[in-house]
């Protein structure tokens, strides 16, 4: 049931992208699945706590959800394992939110309805501006110094 409850979590997390071309895989999330399951595995078993009969058990589920929510807490928050590509990944649904949201709430104040617009524009630039960037290090790999055009100042 919390295995489940996980991967419904995961699968949720990408509901409110602008567009079904704006969903990547994002290790972020998977992660932070993790850290929702744990937290309702540790919920579940407060509610339920005489459901097993040995303590034991009780304590060992309990420290196995701690523990599970400890890890990939951590992970989410140091962002340890994310490379390049998996940066851009995960933050076009990111930007796709942002677009969506700017584009639909039902903004008023023109000034509001400008800086939303504002944010649509931008949000689309980056998203183009990743998708071009993970294409060329999937193909090229990693750069480790920036290129400068000829005759410009570094």
């Known amino acids: 049931m919390i295995a489940t409850s996980t991967i419904v979590m995961f699968l949720l997390m990408y509901v409110n992208t602008y567009n079904i071309d704006h969903v990547f895989w994002s290790e972020t999330r998977f ?28 304590f060992t589920i309990l420290g196995i959800a701690v523990a599970v929510f400890a890890v990939a807490l951590w992970l989410v928050r140091s962002q340890t394992t994310i490379s390049d590509t998996e940066y851009m990944s995960a933050m076009i649904p990111h930007h796709s939110i942002a677009i969506m949201t700017s584009e639909r709430a039902h903004i008023r104040d023109p000034r509001v309805r400008r800086l939303a617009h504002d944010i649509i524009l931008a949000q689309r630039r980056e998203i183009a501006e990743m998708r071009y960037l993970i294409a060329d290090i999937e193909e090229n790999g990693v750069r480790m110094t920036e290129r400068v055009p000829e005759g410009a100042q570094p």
């Open 31 to 58: 992660w932070m699945a993790f850290v929702m399951g744990a937290a309702m595995m540790v919920i579940m078993l407060l509610f339920m706590w005489g459901m097993y009969e040995s303590r034991a058990k009780n």
